[in-house]
C-alpha cells in the first residue's frame, strides 16, 4: 500500500511540474489582465486597460525583484537528505510528545488514522484518531466519513519552512506589491503551491519510511494506519501507511 501511496503523489507532483513548463511571472500578470478586462468589457467597460491598476500591473511585468523571486521558486530546487533529516528529527520529537499525550489522558483508544494539517504556512499540526474506513486516495479528496474519537489533538511540530522557503520567499513580495488577487487565484501560481505539497509530502512520506514502526512504540494502533496531509479543512491526501 505505501508503494502506492508514493507512486500516486509522484504522479500529482509531476502534473503540477507539468503545468509549469514556460511559466513566467509575466504570463500569470497578462492573464490576470485579459480576464479582469474581459470581465468589464462583458459590464460595458471598456477602459480598465487604461486605468492605474492595470497601468500598475504591467510595470510589474518588468520587476527584477518580482521576477527574481518567481523564478527562484519555480526552479524547484531542493536538498532532500537534508529536509528528510529534518523531518524526521521533528516526526521523533512530535511523536515522544504524543506519546506522553496519550499516557497522560489514559484514553483507551487505538489509532488507525493520523492527520497532518497546515493552516497557511509554514507549520504542521499532527492529530490522531480511532477506527474507520481510510482508502488510499490518487488525487486530494474529502473521505467520505471522519472519525469522532480523538486520541490526540494539534501536535504542533511539523515545519515546513525549509521546504516551502522559496514559495515563502514569492509569497510575501506578492504581498509586499499587493497583487495577492492577481497572482495567488491563478492557475500556474495554485499549480506551483501544489507542486511544493506534494513534493513534501513525498518527503514525509521517505522519512516516515526511514523511521519505521518504532516510531509509534507506546502508542496503540489498528493496522493498516493511515497518515493523511491536508490544508485546513481542506481536501486530504496520503502519505503514508504503516502496514
Known amino acids: 500500500m505505501k508503494n502506492d501511496i508514493l507512486y500516486n503523489l509522484e504522479i500529482l507532483l ?36 487604461d486605468d492605474v491598476e492595470a497601468k500598475e ?12 523571486t518567481f523564478q527562484q521558486a519555480i526552479e524547484f530546487k531542493f536538498d532532500e537528505n537534508q529536509l528528510i533529516t529534518n523531518f524526521k528529527s521533528e516526526l521523533q520529537k512530535a511523536f515522544a510528545e504524543i506519546k506522553l499525550n496519550v499516557q497522560t489522558e489514559q484514553k483507551k483508544l487505538k489509532s488507525q488514522v493520523i492527520f497532518i494539517e497546515y493552516h497557511y504556512m509554514p507549520n504542521a499540526s499532527i492529530s490522531g484518531f480511532g477506527k474507520g474506513n481510510f482508502p488510499i486516495l490518487k488525487k486530494p479528496e474529502y473521505l467520505e466519513s471522519y472519525p469522532m474519537d480523538e ?30 488577487d492577481c ?17 513534501t509530502y513525498i518527503l514525509l512520506h ?14 496503540e494502533i489498528i493496522k493498516p494506519l493511515m497518515v493523511y496531509g491536508c490544508e485546513h479543512d481542506c481536501e486530504v491526501i496520503n502519505i503514508y501507511v504503516f502496514e
Not at 57 to 68: A, D, I, P, R, V
Not at 153 to 164: G, N, P
Open 151 to 180: 486520541m490526540f489533538s494539534s501536535i504542533e511540530k511539523i515545519d515546513y519552512s525549509l521546504a516551502w522557503k522559496n514559495l515563502i520567499s514569492l509569497n510575501d513580495i506578492v504581498e509586499q506589491y499587493e497583487i495577492e
Open 14 to 49: 509531476n502534473k503540477s511540474l507539468t503545468q509549469l513548463k514556460e511559466a513566467t511571472i509575466e504570463k500569470i500578470i497578462s492573464n490576470c489582465l485579459n480576464e479582469t478586462n474581459q470581465g468589464y468589457l462583458s459590464m460595458g467597460i471598456n477602459h480598465y486597460l
Open 183 to 199: 497572482i495567488f487565484e491563478s492557475e500556474i501560481y495554485q499549480a506551483l503551491k501544489n507542486a511544493y505539497i506534494f513534493k
Open 206 to 219: 521517505k522519512a516516515f519510511d526511514e523511521l519505521g514502526t518504532k516510531l509509534l512504540d507506546g502508542i
Open 57 to 68: 500591473l504591467n510595470e510589474l511585468k518588468k520587476n527584477l525583484e518580482l521576477k527574481k
